[in-house]
């Protein structure tokens, strides 16, 4: 005759069967420490693999309204930064008076890369506020933005004379990006 284990008589495999139904207790507490760690990050430091490399090799058409468009080659033979931005974008409003700023005092070659923006709001957005820009190209469908690692809009590259880019600043320039990052960068890079 065979003996049926009772719960009382402390079965072994009572154990094995509530197992299964902490695995979505685990994970859960796995994931949230990984997102509480990535909070813990400021995203303005997000490496970029393009550091240190070849610019993307890209040809935009002018935005509406200009001339000159953006190619890869533009970006060779002098210290020159280039602005991701889109008529959209609040912070690329907050930050459009320093570009403004910095066009008038001629301090370096800034060029518009405008991302997935309508041409109509392109034009009219730089229109009202003002162009800083030496050349802008349109990115309308993003891929160029793609190849250059755009996480979101603005982002800032300093591309050095030689067409490598030297570094990206993530998110809306300041005052103090600018006389503290970017500018010490530029001219460094110039005086080299």
């Known amino acids: 005759m065979t003996a049926v284990a009772s719960p009382e008589s402390g079965d072994a495999s009572a154990p094995r069967r509530r197992w299964p139904y902490l ?20 995203p303005r430091l997000v490496p ?3 550091i240190g490399k ?17 190619a890869s080659e533009d970006l060779r033979g002098e210290v020159a930064v280039v602005n991701v931005f889109a008529s959209w974008c609040t ?17 370096l070659p800034i060029h518009g ?20 820009y030496t050349r802008t190209g349109a990115d309308r469908d993003g891929r160029v933005g793609i190849d250059w690692g755009v996480y979101g809009v603005p982002e800032t590259y300093v591309v ?6 030297r570094d990206k600043i993530i998110g809306a320039i300041t005052r103090k990006s600018v006389d ?8 460094r890079l110039q005086a080299e």
């Open 23 to 42: 695995w979505p207790l685990a994970i859960f507490v796995l994931i949230a420490i990984f997102l509480g760690i990535g909070l813990t990050r400021d």
């Open 48 to 50: 970029s693999p393009l």
């Open 54 to 70: 070849p610019v993307p090799q890209f040809r935009l058409a002018a935005v509406q309204g200009r001339t000159l468009g953006l």
């Open 91 to 107: 912070a690329c409003r907050d930050e459009h008076p320093l570009w403004m700023e910095l066009a008038r005092q001629r301090a």
């Open 113 to 132: 890369l405008n991302y997935k923006d309508a041409p109509d709001d392109a034009a009219r957005w730089l229109n009202e506020l003002g162009d800083p």
């Open 160 to 165: 050095d004379k030689h067409g490598i880019i």
């Open 180 to 187: 503290e990052r970017l500018l010490p960068l530029v001219r």
